[in-house]
């Protein structure tokens, strides 16, 4: 059985962390006895964290408000890691919607920031913290992707290409830490029981996750393989899809999209140049 604090530990970084499967992630690793940096944009869910980490599992817990987009984010993180061993990075946090490409109540500027959440605060954080992993000799790294980044995803297009980046870049950097007893994974989560989901009161959300369940899957997979499609059902789907023509996939995640999130219409594109 893994020994978790020194093959992890002794501080865990979770980007994201106080809320969904992010707060599933800082329970569990508090669980395990690991001291946490949790980082979320969300104050009050971050106070409640916090104090739960602390009262429930009598662990340390540093808990920082931020927007992962900053551009002073490493500069923070630095400040509060210190001279802190940071043994797990789990990168969860991201800006996730679903509609056409060209929004009505979003812009250029939204899709820059989903760019800075989804992708840049996470390559900042393995660069930072990865390397003194590599140095110790032992660590792990987690980056939470998606399956809508397995293909292209209408409706869902600038999120998904983010996600394929997480996922090509995790599988890439399993094989290359491997030799420094770094971990690396990608978690690809399917539909999870989030409040996200809960907006969508028609939804039939039998088949979904808890974020309990994928953290689970996640946390065992860690050290065993590069990536991990969480969930039987997920898995099931995937193996489908994949035997399909690329376009066929494509057009089923998007049939996926238009029935379940969007009211079975086709949204319109904005094509007001002026939105922006």
């Given amino acids: 059985m893994t020994d978790w604090c020194e093959r992890y530990g002794p501080w865990a970084l ?3 962390g106080a809320q969904g499967i ?5 329970r569990y690793l508090a669980r395990l006895g690991l001291k946490l940096l949790v980082i979320d944009n969300a104050p009050a869910a971050l106070a409640a964290i916090g104090e739960e980490l602390r009262s429930s599992f009598g662990t340390e817990c540093i808990a920082l408000e931020m927007d992962l987009a900053s551009p002073q984010l490493l500069e923070r ?13 789990i990168c969860n946090a991201a800006l996730a919607d679903v509609g056409p490409f060209y929004k009505q109540d979003t812009g250029l500027a939204f899709e820059r920031a989903r760019i800075a959440v989804n ?3 996470p390559l900042e954080l393995v660069y930072a913290l990865g390397r003194p992993m590599l140095a110790r000799g032992r660590g792990g790294i987690i980056l939470m992707s998606s399956g809508a980044g397995l293909q292209g995803s209408p409706f869902y297009a600038h999120y998904s290409a983010t996600k394929a980046y997480l996922i090509t870049l995790a599988e890439s950097l399993w094989f290359e830490f491997r030799p420094y007893n770094v971990d690396v994974l990608a978690c690809i989560a399917g539909m999870t029981l989030s ?10 959300t039998s088949g979904f996750q808890t974020p309990e369940e994928v953290v689970e899957e996640a946390m065992l997979a860690l050290g065993r ?16 899809l994949a035997g399909l023509p690329r376009e066929q996939q494509v057009e089923l995640i998007s049939r996926h999209a238009i029935q379940n999130f969007l009211g079975g219409v086709v949204p319109p594109q904005n094509l007001d140049e002026d939105a922006d």
Avoid: F, P
């Fill in 22 to 26: 992010g707060a599933a992630y800082s």
């Fill in 14 to 16: 979770v980007a994201g």
């Fill in 225 to 240: 393989t590069g990536s991990v499609i969480t969930g039987e059902a997920n898995r099931h789907n995937r193996q489908l």
């Fill in 77 to 89: 993180v630095h400040g509060e890691v210190g001279a802190r061993e940071v043994g797990l990075l």
């Fill in 195 to 204: 409040s996200a989901a809960h907006a969508y009161a028609h939804l039939d």
């Fill in 119 to 121: 992708m840049v605060a």
